[in-house]
């Protein structure tokens, strides 16, 4: 009887194995010439399924120790169109004011909005939402530990549930140039990333490749995807040649000619960086949105 308790303690009232240790012990009950046998087997059995409890409690503790979390966040809605929106990021944490759902999560998992889906329309509405988020790090992280806190602050605060959908497909490699990239680091209280047509090109501030990667496929017949392998956040001036050879500065030529890079000179121009665009076809990683809810008020 004590072993049956503890194989039901173990295992959990209902287990099948629970009910086949049950069985065995009848059995080993009716036929005494088999017990000391049996009864190695069932001990051996049961301090197996003892210690493999046990390591997955670690294992599982574990796994929630090293999970990547804001020692202190706040999650509020904003709606009201006056206050300014602004995105913050240093090693202390983040600060976002008045952002989209959709860039919040664009942010988190470092991809473009346009490859952000939601099948379900209530999903859709959701993601034009803007809020207020701060998450204050315990220690000095980096971005990409900052990152990893807000997705895990958006599984825990907004239920998201996404799934990854992977297509291969014609797209442009934007790779660094042998003798490295030609760019200037950003300050470390990093602000919006922003981009301003100037007279000679397009001025980026606070950009990151992936982000850079999103402005260029905007602008021309295919994905970009990001094959930099830099991770920093940097200020730099991109040199249009197509926008130099205009007769007169025109700005309304100018934004065409911004508009749509897929026939002229980006493909040299962006060499002056110490970057290149490579035609190409690659998997196109694209983040399916399965759910989301608001947040409870906090």
């Not at 301090?47 to 390591?55: F, H, L, M, P, Q």
């Not at 759902?101 to 859709?124: F, N």
């Not at 508009?259 to 002229?264: L, N, R």
Request: charged share 25%; net charge positive.
């Amino acid at each position: 009887m004590r072993t049956e308790l503890l194989a039901v303690g173990i295992l959990g009232g209902g287990s099948r194995l629970g009910d086949r240790i049950e069985t065995l012990l009848t059995r080993r009950a009716a036929n005494p010439g088999c017990s000391r046998l049996l009864g190695g087997l069932f001990a051996a059995a049961l301090i197996g399924v003892a210690v493999a409890s046990s390591s997955a409690a670690r294992w599982i503790a574990f796994a929630q120790e090293i999970r990547p979390a804001f020692e202190v966040a706040s999650v509020k809605p904003n709606r009201d169109a006056a206050t300014r929106s602004f995105v913050r990021v240093n090693s202390a944490g983040i600060d976002y004011s008045r952002v989209s759902l959709t860039r919040i999560i664009a942010e988190a998992y470092q991809i473009p909005y346009a490859r952000i889906t939601a099948l379900d329309s209530r999903i859709g509405d959701l993601l034009s939402e803007t809020y207020d988020i701060q998450g204050k790090a315990e220690h000095a992280a980096s971005r990409e530990q900052l990152m990893l806190m807000l997705q895990a602050l958006l599984q825990d605060r907004f239920k998201l549930s996404l799934s990854h959908e992977s297509r291969i497909q014609p797209v442009y490699r934007l790779a660094v140039l042998k003798d490295g990239a030609k760019l200037q680091e950003s300050a470390s209280d990093r602000g919006m990333a922003t981009s301003a047509l100037t007279p000679d090109g397009v001025m980026f501030r606070n950009m990151t490749m992936w982000r850079f990667a999103a402005f260029l496929t905007g602008r021309l017949d295919r994905p970009v995807v990001d094959a930099t392998s830099l991770t920093g956040v940097y200020d730099f001036n991109l040199e249009l040649r197509s926008l130099r050879d205009l007769p007169q500065l025109d700005l309304e030529a100018a934004k065409a000619v911004v508009g749509d890079w897929s026939s002229w000179s980006i493909f040299s121009d962006i060499r002056k960086l110490g970057l290149s665009l490579e035609a190409n076809k690659a998997p196109v990683d694209n983040l399916r949105i399965d759910r989301l809810e608001r947040p409870d008020a906090n």
